[in-house]
């Protein structure tokens, strides 16, 4: 069997999909996307045809090593972003031509299903309480929200209040044991990080997220200091190597590698397997589409250290087109007690709608994230 043809199509709310045909008749599809920078990450993709095109799929892991170290300058997050894209559409192919989901070839499952959580709030978080209440009334366990809007390196202490006012009143709303994670979003620095990351404890929460930028890696040791709170990070490192640097650190409880940014399926595992040797949970970011999330459920499918999968349905970044739209299987994404059961269908188990693909990619979207000022006119970090 050969790779015959990789087909790309840049598609609504903000995501990139890949399509690799064979000349046995067989197609796997991944989503190569920084959010953001879809286009980009795509012509990447188009740069690897050349590397692709002739070649067995079933060789995942020599596609894969050819991909990072045949290329001098290797990493970050346009060149990762297309690996994962192409590796989650070569385990697709593989697990069509077993006939057995992805996980079936990774060890088989250690579990049957997989707590999720949901998104509510918006990039400028209001009327949470409400939102996390009808999300705990649909049968989740758990929610994120963004903790801020921009903050100064020192700010004040009003919007400090605002988050604790917010947190605060999910907790009245939905009672002392469900899951509150609060997102730090990369949007905060040290020294505020240190005041609210103190004054959250009293929420008894999840975990908070990306309180500093992993660029900063060397500042989770400030934070975890003045904390008791689960520190989770990772969306935004890209490689084993990457995560290394940070579990070498100690001070992340929680890591959250992104299938469709951290080199896809075969990357994330072996960045699962060295976290577990570190005593520390998964939980793979994904506010991206069915793709991702499928890739996602078949990793944690195989990790004793996964603990809960984001997903993307009725995040706020979705807008024209959802996580369902481009399925045909839509009834195997189905929620129930705030789990959902992994992956039935062969390869990564989606069914791919491609005629609103087609349709889609006709008009690429043009997503950017917001660019968002100080009261001083500098740039803050979103």
């Known amino acids: 069997m050969k790779i015959t043809e990789v087909n790309t199509y840049q598609v609504r709310p903000r995501w990139g999909f890949v399509e690799i045909l064979t000349d046995g008749g067989l197609v796997g599809w991944g989503e190569p996307v920084v959010e953001g920078k879809a286009a980009t990450v795509l012509a990447c993709v188009e740069e690897m045809k050349p590397y692709l095109l002739g070649e067995d799929p079933m060789r995942i892991e020599d596609i894969w090593t050819k991909l990072y170290r045949a290329g001098f300058y290797r990493g970050g997050p346009v060149i990762m972003s297309a690996i994962a894209g192409i590796d989650q559409a070569l385990w697709d192919i593989k697990g069509k031509f077993f006939g057995a989901p992805v996980y079936q070839l990774m060890g088989g499952a250690c579990r049957d299903r997989m707590r999720v959580y949901s ?127 940070l579990l070498q650190q100690g001070y992340a409880d929680i890591i959250q590698p ?100 087609l349709e889609e990619a006709k008009n690429p979207h043009g997503w950017k994230n917001p660019v968002w000022r100080h009261a001083d006119g500098s740039i803050a970090e979103w």
């Open 119 to 245: 998104w509510i709030g918006g990039d400028r978080p209001s009327d949470v309480a409400a939102a996390a209440k009808e999300r705990q009334q649909a049968g989740f366990t758990a929610i994120k929200m963004n903790a801020t809007e921009e903050l100064q390196y020192i700010d004040t202490y009003d919007k400090v209040d605002a988050v604790l006012e917010r947190v605060a009143s999910i907790r009245e709303a939905t009672g002392k044991y469900f899951g509150i994670a609060v997102d730090f979003h990369g949007r905060v620095h040290r020294p505020m990080a240190k005041v609210l990351a103190k004054k959250l404890e009293q929420f008894d929460l999840m975990f908070i997220e990306e309180p500093v930028l992993c660029e900063d890696m060397e500042s989770f040791a400030d934070v975890a200091r003045n904390t008791y709170i689960p520190i989770a990070t990772g969306e935004r490192i890209f490689s084993r190597w990457d995560f290394k640097r």
């Open 258 to 357: 992104d299938l469709s940014h951290a080199g896809g399926i075969t990357e994330v595992k072996k960045i699962a397997s060295m976290a577990e040797a570190y005593d520390v949970a998964l939980a793979p970011h994904c506010p991206l589409g069915p793709i991702a999330l499928c890739c996602c459920l078949q990793v944690d499918a195989t990790c004793h250290n996964a603990v809960i999968q984001e997903q993307s349905m009725g995040i706020h970044y979705n807008k024209g087109a959802g996580v369902l739209d481009y399925i045909l299987n839509k009834e195997d994404l189905d929620f129930v007690d705030g789990y959902v059961r992994l992956p039935q269908k062969p390869g990564i188990g989606v069914e791919i709608n491609k005629e609103l693909v």
